[in-house]
C-alpha cells in the first residue's frame, strides 16, 4: 500500500541522491515567468503549466500538489512516478550540461520530444516494474500535444517508445532515474509490486 509517508520518503531519497530540491510551483516567481514565456512561444498554456505539470529546472523541481498529499489530478502512485520521471530530466541536464538541455528543450519540438520520449521510459520501467504492464503509449506520446510538439514528433515518440516497450517488458531497466527509484522501492516498498 501506498502512504503518504512513503511518497514522502522516497522523494526525499530521490532529492538526495541527485542532488535536487522540490518548491511548489505556485510560489515560484521563475514558475510565472517560465509560464508567461512558454505561452508567448506557443509551447503551452499558462495556466495548465502552473496547474498540471511538474517542471524541472536545473536541479529544482517545481510541483503544483503537496507531496504526499493525494488529489484529483496526482494521486500517490502518480507522485512517485513524477519524481522518476523528473529526475531523469536531471540527468539529461547533468549530461549534456544545462545550457544545452534548457536551450535544445525551448527551441526545438523534436528535442523536446526526444528528452520527454527518453523520460516517458521512466513511466514505461515503472509501471511494468509495479504491474507488469505497458503503459498506454499512444495516449503518452499524444500528451505531447501540449508540449508544442509536432505530430511528426509524437510519432517518433511512439515509435520510440515501443520499441522501448519490448526492452522493457523482459524486465530491462535502462534509465539511471527508474534504476536508482526501483531498487528503493524494492528495499523499502516490495509489496507495491502487484504481479511477482
Not at 517542471?55 to 512517485?80: A, K, M, N, R
Not at 538541455?101 to 527551441?107: A, D
Request: charged share 20%; net charge negative; with cysteine.
Amino acid at each position: 500500500m501506498i502512504t503518504s509517508q512513503l511518497v514522502q520518503d522516497f522523494w526525499a531519497f530521490m532529492c538526495k541522491r541527485f542532488s535536487s530540491k522540490v518548491v511548489q510551483k505556485d510560489e515560484s516567481r521563475v514558475m510565472g515567468v517560465a509560464a508567461e514565456l512558454l505561452n508567448v512561444l506557443d509551447i503551452q498554456d499558462k495556466d495548465q503549466f502552473m496547474k498540471n505539470f511538474v517542471t524541472t529546472l536545473y536541479c529544482t523541481i517545481y510541483v503544483p500538489f503537496e507531496i504526499g498529499i493525494s488529489d484529483s489530478h496526482w494521486d500517490l502512485w502518480d507522485q512517485i512516478r513524477v519524481c522518476v520521471h523528473e529526475h531523469q530530466h536531471i540527468v539529461q541536464g547533468n549530461r549534456e550540461g544545462w545550457m544545452t538541455f534548457g536551450s535544445h528543450y525551448l527551441t526545438s519540438s523534436s528535442f523536446r520530444a526526444g528528452y520527454e520520449a527518453e523520460a516517458y521510459g521512466c513511466d514505461l520501467e515503472l509501471e511494468f516494474y509495479r504491474t507488469g504492464k505497458v503503459i498506454d503509449i499512444d495516449a503518452r506520446a499524444s500528451s505531447l500535444k501540449s508540449y508544442g510538439c509536432s505530430e511528426s514528433d509524437i510519432e517518433m515518440v511512439k515509435s520510440m517508445l515501443t520499441i522501448r516497450a519490448g526492452v522493457v517488458s523482459q524486465g530491462v531497466v535502462t534509465n539511471i532515474s527508474s534504476a536508482v527509484a526501483i531498487e528503493w522501492l524494492d528495499a523499502y516498498a516490495g509489496s507495491l509490486r502487484e504481479h511477482v
